[in-house]
């Protein structure tokens, strides 16, 4: 019997690591894999349009107190606000290292997650974001907050971060929390909260806007209903500017696709003209990986 006084977490099988992850889902899903693929294109896109990489590894000065306080940057950095960060990075899954390994080596998300496989980790989106900006000679600070003290203490620990001085993510969208150039928006229940959310993040100037969303159309007429109702929202706020949006949706699963996993992509026409290729490519791709791995068995 579930006891109804303690909230629901994702479990795994693996020894130990059930405190380390509690989260309601499985970091390293397909929607992480969608997610990532996408913030790393934007990412080359925003380095492109400021002329490539930098060739300095510098990092940012920084006068922050031991407990994670704002630092100073200098130079050109490329920012990003990551108000739901989750950890820098997560225990390796056997089941998730089984999953990248279908998608190979090449795979822009696997390529960029390789320092991290090779330590046992998977990285979390900003914290991938980093690493990839510094391999291409760029520099990248991330402002970011998460509800679990534990998880803060370790953005703490980054010198590429960090930490906001918020009570919850929703927090960041505020007009006192300067414009960033890519924002993560990427709570679990987006679902749920985009009466709220999506006005505050479109009111903002930031250079990108990267919505995560799990979308449970699949689930009824009124789960279909409820996502058809926020995108009409979504699209009445874009209609109030000049920035464009893409959308990517896959499968949440190869054998039992309850679910999609669905990614926005909020930018001006320049950004979403650069990004409309890859990003169909990238989204197709994985889409038709999915397919592939449920559609034929050997038994």
């Given at each position: 019997?579930?006891d109804?006084?303690?909230?629901?977490r994702?479990?795994v099988?693996?020894?130990g690591?059930d405190e380390q992850?509690?989260?309601?889902?499985?970091p390293?899903?397909w929607?992480?894999?969608?997610?990532?693929?996408?913030?790393?294109?934007?990412?080359?896109?925003l380095?492109a349009?400021?002329?490539g990489?930098?060739?300095?590894?510098a990092q940012?000065t920084s006068?922050?107190?031991?407990?994670g306080?704002?630092?100073?940057?200098?130079?050109?950095?490329l920012?990003?606000?990551?108000?739901w960060?989750?950890a820098?990075?997560w225990?390796?899954?056997?089941?998730?290292a089984?999953?990248?390994?279908?998608?190979?080596?090449?795979?822009?998300?696997v390529?960029a997650?390789e320092p991290?496989?090779?330590?046992?980790?998977?990285a979390?989106t900003?914290r991938l974001?980093?690493?990839?900006?510094?391999?291409?000679?760029?520099?990248l600070?991330a402002?970011?907050?998460?509800?679990?003290?534990a998880?803060?203490?370790?953005?703490?620990l980054?010198?590429?971060?960090?930490?906001?001085?918020?009570?919850?993510?929703?927090?960041?969208?505020?007009?006192?929390v300067p414009?960033?150039d890519?924002l993560?928006?990427d709570?679990?229940?987006?679902?749920?909260?985009?009466?709220a959310?999506?006005?505050?993040?479109?009111?903002?100037r930031?250079?990108?806007?990267?919505f995560y969303?799990f979308n449970?159309?699949?689930r009824?007429a009124?789960?279909l209903?409820?996502?058809?109702?926020m995108?009409d929202?979504?699209?009445?706020?874009?209609?109030?500017?000049d920035r464009?949006?893409?959308v990517?949706?896959i499968?949440s699963?190869a054998?039992?696709?309850?679910?999609?996993?669905?990614?926005?992509?909020?930018?001006?026409?320049?950004?979403?003209?650069s990004l409309r290729?890859?990003l169909?490519?990238?989204?197709?791709?994985?889409?038709?990986h999915l397919?592939?791995?449920?559609?034929?068995e050997e038994g």
């Open positions: 019997m579930t109804a006084r303690r909230p629901w994702w479990k099988f693996e020894p690591l992850l509690d989260l309601l889902y499985e390293g899903n929607g992480d894999v969608l997610k990532g693929t996408w913030a790393l294109a934007v990412l080359r896109a380095l349009r400021r002329g990489a930098t060739a300095s590894g940012p006068d922050a107190s031991a407990s306080g704002e630092r100073a940057e200098s130079g050109a950095a920012s990003v606000l990551d108000p960060a989750g820098p990075t225990p390796l899954l056997e089941g998730v089984e999953r990248l390994a279908t998608l190979g080596d090449a795979h822009p998300f390529a997650q991290f496989l090779e330590a046992g980790r998977l979390s900003g974001l980093a690493s990839a900006a510094e391999a291409s000679g760029a520099r600070h402002r970011v907050f998460d509800l679990s003290s998880r803060r203490e370790a953005w703490a980054e010198p590429h971060a960090s930490l906001l001085p918020l009570e919850d993510g929703a927090d960041a969208l505020g007009a006192d414009p960033s890519l993560l928006v709570p679990y229940d987006l679902h749920e909260t985009a009466d959310l999506l006005p505050r993040a479109l009111s903002r930031d250079g990108a806007l990267l969303l449970r159309s699949p009824g009124a789960a209903a409820g996502y058809e109702r995108r929202r979504l699209s009445l706020l874009l209609a109030r500017d464009r949006l893409l990517g949706r499968p699963d054998r039992l696709p309850r679910a999609y996993h669905e990614t926005w992509l909020v930018g001006d026409v320049e950004l979403i003209d290729r890859p169909r490519t990238a989204t197709h791709e994985l889409a038709a397919a592939r791995e449920g559609a034929f």
